[in-house]
T-cell receptor, first 110, second 116 residues
Framework: AQRVTQPEKLLSVFKGAPVELKCNYS??????LFWYVQYSRQRLQLLLR??SRESIKGFTADLNKGETSFHLKKPFAQEEDSAMYYC????????????FGSGTRLSIRP | IAGITQAPTSQILAAGRRMTLRCTQD?????MYWYRQDLGLGLRLIHY???????GKGEVPDGYSVSRANTDDFPLTLASAVPSQTSVYFC???????????????FGEGSRLTVL
């Protein structure tokens, strides 16, 4: 069965420290992976997707098929990064089959 | 630009009552979705619609129904609400049906539903 696992419910780091939000998936096909973010009092929105290979707000994520992981990283955390982060998997490149992980709340301490 | 509009933003209702959550999009997106967000469980897909006139079941469809009479509207109905349906409900839409890069979802602000 397809599954997205985010092992940390809460991650708290100091401002300026590196951040890594973990995401592992199980899927037998070729998945498309995403990170979505929900800032306080804002809508859930796309942060980045693996096919774009881009850095958004200093965040990057590399798809590691060997480890079936798609961890989200940022070298230096900022206070405005505090938010809820969801890893998501799209099966067969179809938007109707997007599965979300349980989410990680990132808290950046000043 | 409104994007996705959901109503109501919050509602308390008694168990056994019927409730419809409304969702409207102005982006002319083909696909629309309903998710529920629960602490520790993340977002779970209830129902989806790939195009007007068609609907499909997600991960947790029981107790919910949807319709897609036109491109813009995708209401979610709870025929007889139960306390386990207390949740935050998110409506979303996406442009395409398949192919790389079509997987981006655009979300509404959510509807907080409490069933007593």
């Amino acid at each position: 069965a397809q599954r997205v696992t985010q092992p940390e419910k809460l991650l708290s780091v100091f401002k300026g420290a590196p951040v890594e939000l973990k995401c592992n998936y199980s899927y037998s096909g070729s998945p498309e992976l995403f990170w979505y973010v929900q800032y306080s009092r804002q809508r859930l929105q796309l942060l980045l997707r693996h096919i774009s290979r881009e850095s958004i707000k200093g965040f990057t994520a590399d798809l590691n098929k060997g480890e079936t992981s798609f961890h989200l990283k940022k070298p230096f955390a900022q206070e405005e990064d505090s938010a809820m982060y969801y890893c998501a998997l799209s099966r067969d490149s179809s938007a109707s089959k997007i599965i979300f992980g349980s989410g990680t709340r990132l808290s950046i301490r000043p | 630009i409104a994007g996705i509009t959901q109503a109501p933003t919050s509602q308390i209702l008694a168990a056994g009552r019927r409730m419809t959550l409304r969702c409207t999009q102005d982006m002319r997106h083909n696909a629309m979705y309903w998710y529920r967000q629960d602490l520790g469980l993340g977002l779970r897909l209830i129902h989806y619609s790939n195009t007007a006139g068609t609907t499909g079941k997600g991960e947790v469809p029981d107790g919910y129904s949807v319709s897609r009479a036109n491109t813009d509207d995708f209401p979610l109905t709870l025929a007889s609400a139960v306390p386990s349906q207390t949740s935050v409900y998110f409506c979303a839409s996406s442009e395409g049906l398949a192919g790389p890069g079509t997987g981006e979802l655009f979300f509404g602000e959510g509807s907080r539903l409490t069933v007593l």
